[in-house]
């Protein structure tokens, strides 16, 4: 079985219902949901905020987390998420933001780190980090697989 074949499975058997706010994986963890029938019944939205604007916009995130933190960040995912929560009717959010590369790294943020969050109203938020190797594709599913991996831990938390 599919890591989002188990999500999916699991969202059903819990009644939750998920939203995403990606960044580096553009949507990649919604389609992965949402690729499955009978999506409807546990995935209620999908954010894709690739820019900062965006993620200010559409999550509300605070410019000036983005500014002293920067967009690829532990303040900053945990914002993405609880955006999300806020801007849907879901129980459960994901985000991901991340420097899938081959450009865009630093010496403090290297290609392939990633931040993600899951969030819900009954345990909060949960943050990892993560750098994944290899190249923007691989980075990208590496990040999507790892989300879902976050989700599923955190309903079989309840």
Do not use: W
């Amino acid at each position: 079985m599919s890591i989002a074949t188990q999500v999916f499975e699991q969202l059903l058997k819990h009644g939750h219902l998920l939203v995403t706010a990606e960044s580096c994986t553009g949507g990649m963890v919604a389609a992965a949901i949402t690729d499955m029938a009978g999506s409807s019944a546990v995935f209620d939205r999908g954010f894709v905020t690739y820019s900062n604007s965006a993620k200010h916009q559409m999550l509300g995130v605070p410019n000036v987390l983005l500014e002293t933190h920067g967009a690829v960040s532990e303040a900053v995912a945990k914002a993405m998420a609880q955006g999300a929560l806020k801007h849907s009717n879901a129980t459960i959010a994901i985000s991901i933001t991340g420097i899938a590369g081959p450009t865009g790294g630093t010496e403090t943020k290297p290609v392939g780190l990633v931040h993600f969050c899951c969030s819900t109203l009954k345990h909060g938020d949960r943050h990892e980090r993560k750098v994944f190797s290899g190249d923007r594709a691989q980075v990208r599913a590496s990040a999507c697989k790892h989300a879902l991996g976050m989700i599923s831990q955190t309903l079989l938390l309840g």
